[in-house]
């Protein structure tokens, strides 16, 4: 009872701190990496109940089931199953964090870069080396782009983006790409390294 209401009072000191912080802001791109981050620590916050499911201790109680049902079964091969329920546990939950991360790229992003560029953001995907430690310099994110209000009728992916790209290739991009790339870049607070584009249309 004292978890679920620790979690509850933290949630709303953390509502409380976005409200304060939206309005005493006076600075709209402060706000806006103001809320993103604060965003992000909410999401974190609100899934925490769920790593408490990895306090439980699974293989002292299930050993004792399972080896009075099937005595052939040995500990080891109990606590392996239960490492990769754990694991399995775990992949589910990362893959939820990056894919609210993503939704809320594109919901804060995608009216102000129409506005900027008159194109609009179709998708946006997060990938990382490894789920379980994410380091935010090795994060890659991949935006798709279209022309504003068009009917997609064909998908053609062309992949725009500056990581090991030589000279010759840097050239080859628009200079409406360079500042697309500049502008996510700046946006986000990362290295254009870590910014990658393409564009659909028919």
Do not use: C, R
């Not at 933290?10 to 965003?39: E, G, V």
């Amino acid at each position: 009872m004292s978890l679920l209401t620790n979690w509850i009072t933290q949630m709303i000191i953390l509502l409380l701190i976005m409200m304060i912080t939206t309005m005493i802001l006076p600075d709209k791109h402060m706000k806006k990496y103001a809320q993103f981050s604060l965003s992000l620590m909410f999401i974190f916050l609100f899934i925490q109940p769920v790593s408490a499911i990895f306090n439980v201790n699974f293989s002292h109680e299930s050993a004792k089931m399972v080896e009075s049902l099937f005595g052939t079964i040995t500990k080891d091969n109990l606590e392996n199953e239960v490492d990769l329920k754990k694991k399995e546990i775990q992949a589910t939950h990362d893959a939820y964090v990056i894919d609210e991360m993503e939704k809320q790229l594109m919901q804060q992003m995608k009216d102000e870069f129409a506005h900027q560029f008159n194109y609009s953001i179709i998708d946006v995907d997060i990938f990382v080396e490894d789920e379980h430690d994410i380091n935010p310099d090795e994060i890659i994110f991949h935006f798709t782009l279209a022309e504003s209000n068009q009917y997609i009728s064909e998908v053609k992916p062309v992949i725009i983006s500056t990581i090991d790209h030589t000279i010759e290739q840097e050239n080859e991009l628009s200079s409406q790409d360079q500042l697309i790339l500049a502008w996510l870049s700046h946006e986000l607070g990362i290295t254009q390294d870590q910014v990658q584009i393409s564009w659909e249309g028919g």
